[in-house]
């Protein structure tokens, strides 16, 4: 029987409403939060049996043996579509020039983003959006597939799983790093689709390029070249464009 739901969560200020959107759904339930691996690990064998796992936007990989050991099994919930798995989805769908994105609700396996699919939402990528925006837009997509598959994550009943597969490449920390470093011959075109996708500090990771062996490292990008409207008076003139213009700063 279905007792109890750990909620493993990437911020501990989602917790409260996750928790009582299921609670209202199977008053029964007892939950137990989760937000770091030591607290994973710490579950008791029992607490597991009887226990469903439901990660929601957190980096911590739940290890096989605690999979296994779950009664009720385990969801997860990928803020990126089934085309793209792994790391910083939003961050590869951009720089792939994308039209559409989304977010994902997945069993897991011990292979992170490769389980049974249970539920997608899919949305049209808009055409001057950045990262961080996308990413907001994706965020919310994945809380309303939360709710709208909460019913059935709150039963003891295993969720159906849906006839779509993982596509793509898995994107990896690594990858992440090497598409910010920049070539020193990158063309114009290569910078700016690199710095539109990479450019926000994600994880402390910044576009870098290396010029007669010092470091370069991206810490602004603002766009250039095509003149705004012709601004009130008294009002200092600003540019606006399409392409981006990094400002570096020399690493440490």
């Known amino acids: 029987m279905l007792r109890e739901i ?6 501990a200020s989602q917790q409260l409403a996750l928790t009582r959107l299921l609670h209202a759904h199977n008053p029964a339930l007892s939950f137990r939060c989760v ?18 796992l439901l990660s929601f936007t957190s980096g911590i990989i739940v290890p096989g043996r605690i999979l296994h050991a779950l009664g009720h099994g ?3 919930f990928h803020p990126g579509p089934p085309d793209y798995p792994g790391w910083a989805p939003a961050h590869f ?3 792939d ?3 559409e994105f989304g977010a994902t609700a997945h069993q897991m396996i011990e292979r992170v983003d490769e389980g049974p699919i249970v539920g997608v939402e899919r949305f049209r990528i808009a055409e001057a959006i950045g990262v961080r925006e996308l990413e907001q837009i994706a965020f919310v997509r994945l809380a309303f597939l939360f709710w709208r598959l909460s019913s059935r994550l709150a039963a003891r009943e295993p969720l159906p799983v849906l006839p779509i597969r993982w596509s793509g490449t898995k994107s990896t920390r690594r990858m992440y790093a090497e598409m910010c470093r920049l070539p020193a011959d990158v063309t114009k075109e290569e910078m700016a689709r690199r710095i539109r996708a990479f450019s926000d500090d994600f994880r402390g990771i910044h576009p870098t ?4 062996g010092f470091d370069f490292r991206c810490v602004d990008a ?3 070249d095509r003149p705004a409207a012709r601004p009130a008076a008294n009002t200092p003139p600003a540019i606006h464009g399409t392409d981006a213009a990094p400002s570096f700063a020399m690493s440490a």
């Open 6 to 11: 750990l909620l493993l969560t990437g911020q």
């Open 35 to 52: 937000v770091t691996a030591e607290q994973l690990h710490a579950t008791d064998p029992a607490t597991l049996h009887s226990s469903r």
């Open 74 to 76: 385990a969801y997860n």
């Open 93 to 95: 769908a951009l720089y």
């Open 97 to 99: 020039g994308a039209a």
């Open 209 to 212: 390029i290396n010029i007669h």
């Open 222 to 224: 603002a766009p250039v």
